[in-house]
């Protein structure tokens, strides 16, 4: 059974950076994809962005694109979430989930088949 475990979140001040990650337990680790997701106090579960394992091809939400990045290392089971110029709104518990196929939509938490246990993020202003 594969477990995704998240670190590297943290308390950190606005405009700072933190990167996140998140490892598969298993040496043989091929999903179609990652995502990245979060859940501020008081509101939904959200979509932060993915990547395709194949090719390392992204996709990223607007609230944060040019600030956030995601990559993936295969060698080490290894997605990431750079996140630069860290806004106070940018609170939230952070997850990565795998997903075996392409599916519909990034969004879609159905689509996913592994979750992670998830790792707070607190921005200070």
């Known amino acids: 059974q594969v477990h995704l475990v998240e670190s590297g979140g943290g308390l950190v001040q606005a405009g700072n950076s933190l990167r996140l990650s998140c490892a598969a337990s298993?040496?043989?680790?091929?999903?179609?994809?990652m995502g990245w997701f979060r859940q501020a106090p008081g509101k939904e579960r959200a979509l932060v962005g993915g990547i395709r394992w194949s090719d390392g091809d992204t996709y990223l939400e607007d609230s944060v694109k040019g600030r956030f990045t995601i990559s993936r290392d295969g060698a080490k089971n290894t997605v990431y979430l750079q996140m630069n110029g860290l806004k106070p709104d940018d609170t939230a518990v952070y997850y990565c989930?795998?997903?075996?196929?392409?599916?519909?939509?990034?969004?879609?938490?159905?689509?996913?088949?592994?979750w992670g246990q998830g790792t707070q993020v607190t921005v200070s202003s």
């Open positions: 298993v040496r043989a680790f091929s999903p179609w994809g």
């Open positions: 989930a795998a997903r075996s196929a392409s599916g519909y939509d990034w969004r879609w938490e159905a689509e996913y088949d592994i």
